[in-house]
C-alpha cells in the first residue's frame, strides 16, 4: 500500500543531493512525497551537526513533528544524516519518538531497514561506514532528479580533521566514486533536463579514482549534450592542483566562481586549524587563476574567533578579503563540536566573537554589494531556473550564482540567455531579457 513520506533537509548541498536520492530509494518500495506535514505516513529529517545550532534544530524539529501529530496516528519517524551518525543509539534514547537512525554511509540500507521496522516494531540505528556498497547500490537506482541545475555527490568524506571539524566523524574516510558510476548519473540527470551540474564533495577537488581526478571529470562531463554549465564545491586549498587550474584554460563549461575555503587570514591560526595551506599558498591560487581568467572571482568560508585569534591574526583574516574580495562568501563563529581536537579549547570572548563576525560580514557584504553595482547597466548570461514563487517573474543564475530576476515567458526556463541589469541588491540582480531573437539556445 502507497504510504506518504515528508521528508525535511537541513545542512549542506550533500544532504540535500542525499535526500533527493533517499527518495529516489524508498519509492521503490511504494513511498510517494507530500509536502504536507501532517499527512505524512512517514517523516524522514535529514541532519547537520556542522555547529552546535545545526545538531539543537534537529531536536526542536522533532518536538514540532510531535505536537503536529498529537492527536493522530504516529508517523514513522527516521533519522539521518550527520547528527544520526554522530549520536546514533544516543539519539534513540534521548528521543523516543525516533524510530530509526541511519548514517551518511548506510543508506543503501534504508529500505530493508524500513521493512523490518514495519514487521518487527523494533527500534534499529545503522551507522557503518560503507560509502562503496552505497554508491554501488544508489547507482542502479535511477537518479530522477530534474530540476534545471542538479547536484551530483562524486567524492565523499575527508581525511583531513581540521581541529575544528565533525565531517571525517561524520561522513567517514575519504572515498571516490567510480569514473563511469558518475558519468552516468550525469547522463542521467542530462537526460531528465539538467542544464547544469553542481559536483559535490566534502573534499570535492581531492576527487581520485585510478588516476581520474575532478580535472578529467569536468573535461568528460562537459561533452554532454544538454549540460552548459558545471561547478564543483566545496574544495581545499591543498588540492587544487595544476591539472585542476589549467582546467579554467581548457573548459568551456566550468563556471568562473571558485569556491575556495580559507577559514583564516592568518597563518598561525590556519597551523592551530590543522588546515595544511598556508595564505602564500592559497594567494599563489589565487593568482594564478586570475592570470589565466581575470573574470574569475573567489567566494570563501571564514571561521571567526578560533580559539587562539588574536587581534593581528583577525586583522589578517580582513586583509585578505580586502585583498582577494571574496564574494557570496560565509562566515561563522566557531563552533566547537564533540570528539575534534579543538572541542575544549579556551573560547574567545563572546562579545569580541560577534563584534569580530560583524566587520567580517560587513566587509563581505560589502564586495558583494559593490560585485552586483558593477554589474548594473551590463548584460550578462543567465541560466533560468523556475518562475518565482509568486510566479511574476522568471528566476536565473548568473555565471557566479547570483540570483537574477526579469520578465519572460515559460519556454526560456532551462536556457541561457541575455539580460540586462538595471538594478542590484546584495543578494539579486534585476534586469530586462535582451532581444530573443539573438539569444542562444541551451
Ligand atoms: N571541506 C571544506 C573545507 O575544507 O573548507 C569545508 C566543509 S564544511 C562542511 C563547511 C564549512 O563549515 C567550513 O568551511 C567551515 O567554515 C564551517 N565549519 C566547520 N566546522 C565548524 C565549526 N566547528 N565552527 C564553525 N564553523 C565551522
Ligand atoms: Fe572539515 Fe573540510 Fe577540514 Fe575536511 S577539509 S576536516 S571537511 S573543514
Ligand atoms: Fe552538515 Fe554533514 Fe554537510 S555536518 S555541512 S550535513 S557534511
Known amino acids: 500500500m502507497t504510504q506518504k513520506i515528508f521528508i525535511k ?25 507530500t509536502e504536507k506535514y501532517n499527512e505524512a505516513d512517514c517523516y524522514l529529517l535529514n541532519t547537520c551537526h556542522i555547529r552546535d545550532k545545526a545538531k539543537e534544530k534537529v531536536y526542536h524539529e522533532i518536538g514540532r513533528v510531535k505536537k503536529i501529530f498529537r492527536s493522530k496516528t504516529k508517523p514513522l519517524v527516521i533519522v539521518v544524516g550527520c547528527v544520526a551518525q554522530a549520536e546514533h543509539e544516543e539519539m534513540l534514547k534521548r528521543e523516543p519518538y525516533i ?31 560503507d560509502a562503496i556498497t ?26 583531513k580533521f581540521c581541529h575544528f571539524c565533525v565531517v571525517p566523524y561524520t561522513r567517514g574516510p575519504e572515498y571516490s566514486r567510480p569514473f563511469n558510476q558518475i558519468v552516468d548519473e550525469a547522463k542521467q540527470l542530462a537526460d531528465n533536463g539538467s542544464k ?20 578529467n571529470l569536468i573535461l568528460e562531463l562537459e561533452k554532454l549534450s544538454g549540460i552548459e554549465r558545471i561547478r564543483y564545491t566545496t574544495s581545499h586549498p591543498k588540492d587544487m592542483t595544476t591539472d585542476l587550474i589549467d582546467t ?37 591560487i589565487f593568482n594564478k587563476l586570475k592570470k589565466i581568467n581575470s573574470n574569475i572571482e573567489f567566494s570563501s568560508d571564514f571561521i571567526i574567533a578560533y580559539p587562539g585569534e588574536e587581534e593581528n591574526d ?18 561563522f563563529i566557531f563552533s566547537p563540536r564533540p570528539g575534534t581536537v579543538a572541542a575544549d579549547l579556551p573560547l574567545i570572548d563572546k562579545k569580541r566573537s560577534m563584534e569580530r563576525l560583524e566587520i567580517v560580514q560587513q566587509k563581505l557584504f560589502s564586495n558583494q554589494i559593490n560585485m552586483n553595482k558593477k554589474l548594473e547597466g551590463k548584460q550578462i548570461n543567465v541560466l533560468v531556473e523556475n518562475r518565482t514563487d509568486d510566479k511574476s517573474k522568471l ?12 520578465s519572460g515567458s515559460d519556454d526560456l526556463v532551462g536556457k541561457i540567455v541575455k539580460v540586462k541589469i538595471k538594478k542590484s541588491n546584495q543578494n539579486t540582480l534585476f534586469g530586462d531579457l535582451v532581444n530573443q531573437s539573438n539569444q542562444k539556445v541551451a
Open 196 to 215: 547544469e551540474i553542481i559536483l559535490l564533495g566534502q573534499n570535492v577537488n581531492a576527487y581520485n579514482f585510478e588516476n581520474y581526478r575532478l580535472s
Open 134 to 159: 552505497k554508491f554501488e547500490y544508489l547507482s542502479k537506482i535511477k537518479n530522477q532528479a530534474s530540476k534545471i541545475s542538479s547536484f551530483l555527490t562524486i567524492q565523499e568524506g575527508c581525511d
Open 395 to 406: 528566476f536565473a543564475r548568473s555565471e557566479y550564482m547570483t540570483s537574477v530576476l526579469f
Open 248 to 284: 579554467y584554460k581548457n573548459s568551456k563549461k566550468l563556471m568562473p566562481l571558485v569556491h575556495l575555503p580559507v577559514q583564516s587570514g592568518s597563518d598561525k591560526i590556519l597551523d592551530l586549524m590543522n588546515r595544511k595551506h598556508t595564505i602564500k599558498t592559497y594567494l599563489e
Open 314 to 331: 583577525f586583522e589578517d583574516t580582513i586583509k585578505l578579503i580586502d585583498e582577494i574580495k571574496f564574494i557570496n562568501s560565509f562566515s
Open 99 to 129: 524510530d530509526l537512525v541511519l548514517g551518511p554511509q548506510a543508506y543503501h540500507k534504508i529500505n530493508d531497514t524500513i521493512l523490518n521496522y514495519q514487521s518487527k516494531k523494533s527500534k534499529h540505528e545503522e551507522t557503518e561506514f
Open 9 to 33: 533537509t537541513f545542512g549542506c548541498q550533500m544532504n540535500e543531493y542525499d535526500s533527493n536520492r533517499i527518495y529516489d530509494t524508498v519509492k521503490k518500495i511504494d513511498f510517494v512525497k
